[in-house]
């Protein structure tokens, strides 16, 4: 089932050139829109509540169904059309409804897609396999920004850059459509005989749902640092995406070290994403172009392990029959403590930016406590 990780992987690969250019120059289109910070902050968490708190419905919806690649598809079609209407938006209002749709579109796919991966990884590994398709998606995050700074280095051409992003979004489309064709019944790949139900989610997996809720709620989103970076001067508008890819890159290559490390590891590789996570609003908030490098770095961290190594861990705590919900509960926790966050660290950032790093960064601290107490074993290769 490697070759069904790695369509997968292509997937995202041209998606995320997609809503990750999105991403690398919303902030300074939300400020040459005239927002505040209060409105990135609130707002830049609303679209990631909803990329989150969709995935409940999404997930019940396919376990109940077994529908995954239905669910998929209508989730990339409607997560990726999307993005060129930027070229259309005239004021922050239409920007912030834009955004937010996408990131839903992300959500009605996104507990089918990795439950479809989590039957793959059972032969491969879990921390590895979703580490490999997390490496593609990287990737493709990375290409996004890099182009996104290729326009706009001459000159402000933010609907010239939206509209162009159709183009990698027709190629996820078709790739997606080959992945379906080639390997139309992931689930068999993990076969069981036990049916769905809502009941029996252990406690080791709530635990680590109340250490994400508190790891969201501290995560900076970048459609906010990428706010801060323009508002303060700290970087030229068209450097701004290359900060983006730079955390991209980490990202990337962290997820592939990290989950290697998780299959062997669990704990100590969740740990150490989490610790360097906590550290980096103090880098991306409180420091000039330097110590940004430095915070990006550490944020590219936190991402490679919310975006790998959380994903894995959630594999082995819920059976087949129940892993799209369990993904699902996952986003609609997570995505609601980010928002609550986000709007808090925003408002407060309004009145002191150092008093937001310091919320960000206790939040994040917060996840520490509980996710001592988890207890993760890592299921044989099979």
Known sequence: MIQLIILLGIVSFFADITYEGTRSIIGPFFALLG????????????????????????????????????????????????????????????????????????????????????????KVGRGWGFGLHEAFDRCGGLLGPLLMFWILSAGPHFKMAFALLAIPAAFA??????????????????????????????????????AAAFFGAGTLNFAFVSFHLQKQAIAATNIIPLFYAGAIAISALFALIGGKWF???????????????CLSPLFLLLGREVEVWIGVALWGVALGTQNALFRSVISCLIPPQQRSTGYGIFGIV???????????????YDLAIALGALTSFVLQVLALPLLKRLKIEVPPNR
């Open 334 to 348: 997570f995505g609601l403590s980010w928002f609550l966050g986000g709007a808090l660290i925003g408002t407060i």
């Open 263 to 277: 299959d062997h590891a669990p704990k100590p590789s969740l740990y150490f994403g989490i610790v360097l996570g």
């Open 173 to 210: 489309l078709g790739a997606l459509y080959i992945a379906y064709r080639k390997f139309p019944h992931p689930d068999v790949a993990e076969p069981t005989k036990e049916s769905f139900s809502l009941k029996n989610f252990s406690r080791p997996f709530w635990i680590f749902i109340g």
């Open 35 to 122: 927002a505040t910070g209060a409105i990135v902050g609130t707002f830049g968490g609303l679209a990631e509540f909803a990329g989150y708190g969709i995935r409940l419905l999404s997930g019940v919806i396919a376990d109940k169904s077994k529908n995954y690649w239905t669910l998929t598809m209508i989730g990339y079609i409607s997560n990726l059309v999307v993005v060129p209407l930027f070229a259309l938006a005239g004021s922050w209002q239409t920007a912030a409804l834009l955004l937010v749709l996408e990131r839903a579109g992300k959500a009605v796919r996104s507990p089918s897609r990795d439950a479809m991966l989590s039957y793959a990884c059972h």
